[in-house]
Structure formats: C-alpha cells, structure tokens
C-alpha cells in the first residue's frame, strides 16, 4: 500500500462512526484504557507464569498440562481483551498512532509473540506427555519461554512509548 493509501485508510478509520463515538462519549476512552490494562494483566500475568513453569519453576510438583489448562485459558481472555479495547483505542487517532515511532514495534511484537505460540503448541507442546512432570523441559519449549517473555514485556513497553513517541 502507498503512503497515501495508507493515509486515506487512516482517515477513513479517524472518521468512522464508532471513532467519532469513542471520541465524543465523555470518560469512553478512559474506560477503555483502563479495560486494556486489565486485559494485559490477563493476558501477560498467566502466560508468564506459564512460561516460568517452562523454564523448571515447579517442575517436580506442577505438570505442564495443568498449568497450561488453568493459565492459557485465561492469557487468551485477556489477549480478547487487549486486542478489542486496543483496536477501539487505536481508531480516532489512527493516523497520529500509526506515525509514532514504537507503533511498527509494538505491531511486530505481537507478530512474533502469536508466531511463537502457534510454533510452540504445533511442535513443542504435541510431544508434552514426555516432559509433563518432573523432567527437563525440551530447549526448544524454553526458548519459547523466552521468546514469549521478550516479546510480551517488548509489546508493553512498545505500547507505553505511543502515549510518548
């Protein structure tokens, strides 16, 4: 897409009835930040518990599966969450958001975070019955621990340095 392609799509968004809606319902965009903050502690807060179970934290009283069954349930609502009320946020500044320097940061943060994820539960994850409970988790489920780390901590950080950038 050109630069004035891009523009014109950004426009279009800033003009939409749902962002003049979020820019005109007082204490709306408020809301929604605080939302999306409780959507990231969601989202982060069990993945990194999970990821720190990768890593050996609880590996002789924890399986994977469990801690997988309880945590990424709820890593998935607040990624839900996160997304719904970070799109909604992004809408009536789009172009002004868009242009900041962490925004191709943040967006490639989560590119890399959603690929480790579908890498590690296509490969890693299928094989868990051999490593569910007090054996060394594979290298390649601990670098996704640390893949999904980075990134996560990489995306809100990223996300922070829009109100800034």
């Known amino acids: 897409m050109t630069v004035l392609a891009m523009d014109n ?10 962002s003049e809606a979020i820019r005109g319902t007082a ?13 990231i502690a969601l989202l982060i807060g069990p993945a990194a518990a999970f990821d720190l179970r990768l890593l050996g934290l609880g590996r002789r009283v924890l399986r994977v599966t ?16 996160a997304a719904a009320t970070g799109v909604a946020m992004f809408l009536p500044g789009a172009s002004l958001i868009a242009d900041r320097g962490s925004a191709p940061w943040k967006l490639g943060l989560i590119l890399l975070a959603g690929l ?18 007090d ?30 950038t």
């Open 9 to 18: 799509f950004f426009s279009w968004l800033e003009d939409s009835w749902f």
């Open 27 to 39: 204490y709306l965009y408020p809301m929604l930040e605080s939302i999306h903050i409780i959507g």
């Open 66 to 81: 469990t801690a997988a069954n309880h945590l990424l349930r709820l890593s998935h609502l607040g990624f839900v969450i």
């Open 116 to 133: 480790n994820i579908l890498i590690f539960h296509r490969r890693t994850y299928s094989r868990v019955a051999d490593w569910d409970i």
């Open 135 to 164: 054996q060394p988790t594979p290298v390649a489920a601990r670098l996704a621990a640390v893949v999904s780390l980075t990134s996560w901590s990489g995306v809100t950080i990223a996300g922070r340095l829009l109100a800034y």
